[in-house]
């Protein structure tokens, strides 16, 4: 049936073998060019943003309008899940185990700085278990008195506070809580000893402290601001860097004799270790245009925070220099979870 047909030689046509070899070649080195264009776009579905803290607050603040503006930048909804418990334990330790590259969490000064120091045990490892996105937004802790203790300021409370050492108590949230850290930090600075009282949360507290049964307390600037102008209670300093525009008056503690100074509660945007760094990348990338809108920007200036919005490796920093002075705060100070 073929005898007539005609002659086609080497030279005009490939050989049986080139084709075997060029067939081959195609299925080693064009392999990874055909996966590459086979992966879906990231992310393909809805992205749950885990808040390891009861609903309210600054927490859920930073996420809710972070993922407001990520939702409109990434072509899918980004929801806060709040997952409270155990100082923010059993949320960490679950987003550390998600396989569905579209969990990431909420990370704090309390769970990357403070709880690898004050559990004998976690079911999470804060360095390895977690890649850093972004750092979102600073909360200034604030140093406050009640109205019936003599003194205006940082300087005379110290004062004061050294004439009477150990009749002065201030209260916090809990053991481990930002409040505790911030007060212990300004007792090992300022070299005053004051009597701790810990509480379930920080309305208890809060209410002990606007009737005198507490002489101070350093809070989060969104709690404690309305008490302030209120004049339930008097700010004799703030923890942040600079002044507050709400409290022009008020000055830092590094203004108050302890250069270099600060203490905020901050919040940061963490994805399982094994998210690919692609994804990291993007989903970063976007997180620093969000902190920079101005939606976020007054919608977290509302509650005296500041948003922020930097590089993984710049947050991957920050943490490690938080958990070096924490570490050396609890240690000092012997604090131990409730």
Request: positive net charge.
């Amino acid at each position: 049936m073929f005898d007539n047909a005609p002659a086609v030689s080497e030279a005009t046509h490939p050989s049986r073998r080139t084709l075997l070899q060029f067939a081959g070649a195609l299925g080693l080195g064009g392999a990874l060019p055909a996966a590459s264009l086979a992966q879906p776009a990231w992310p393909s579905k809805s992205i749950r943003f885990v808040v390891p803290f009861a609903p309210g607050g600054s927490s859920e603040i930073v996420a809710r309008s972070t993922a407001a503006e990520l939702s409109n930048t990434l072509g899918q909804s980004v929801f806060v899940d709040n997952k409270p418990g155990a100082a923010g334990n059993i949320a960490m330790s679950e987003v550390a185990r998600s396989e569905d590259q579209h969990t990431i969490i909420l990370g704090h000064i309390g769970t990357l700085a403070v709880n690898p120091y004050i559990f004998d045990k976690l079911p999470y490892d804060a360095n390895k278990d977690f890649k850093p996105v972004s750092l979102l937004a600073k909360v200034p802790s604030l140093y406050v008195v009640h109205p019936d203790v003599p003194a205006k300021n940082l300087t005379e409370f110290i004062a004061y506070a050294k004439k009477n050492p150990g009749k002065l108590s201030y209260g916090s949230a809990g053991n481990g809580s930002a409040g505790h850290l911030a007060f212990e930090y300004l007792k090992i600075t300022s070299g005053v000893f004051m009597l701790h009282v810990p509480y379930r949360g920080t309305g208890p507290m809060l209410t002990d402290l606007l009737s005198g049964r507490l002489e101070a307390s350093a809070i989060g600037a969104a709690a404690i601001i309305p008490f302030i102008k209120a004049g339930k209670v008097r700010c004799i300093a703030t923890g942040s860097a600079k002044r507050l525009p709400q409290l022009p008056d008020v000055p830092t503690v590094a203004e108050q004799g302890f250069p270099g100074f600060e203490m905020t509660q901050w919040y940061g945007m963490l994805a399982p270790a094994n998210m690919p760094a692609a994804h990291i990348a993007k989903l970063s990338q976007e997180t620093m245009k969000a902190a920079k809108t101005s939606a976020v920007i007054e919608r977290l200036r509302g509650d005296a925070a500041e948003s922020v919005g930097d590089k993984p490796e710049e947050f991957a920093k920050f943490i490690a220099i938080e958990q070096e002075r924490w570490k050396k705060v609890i240690a000092r100070a012997n604090i131990k979870p409730d």
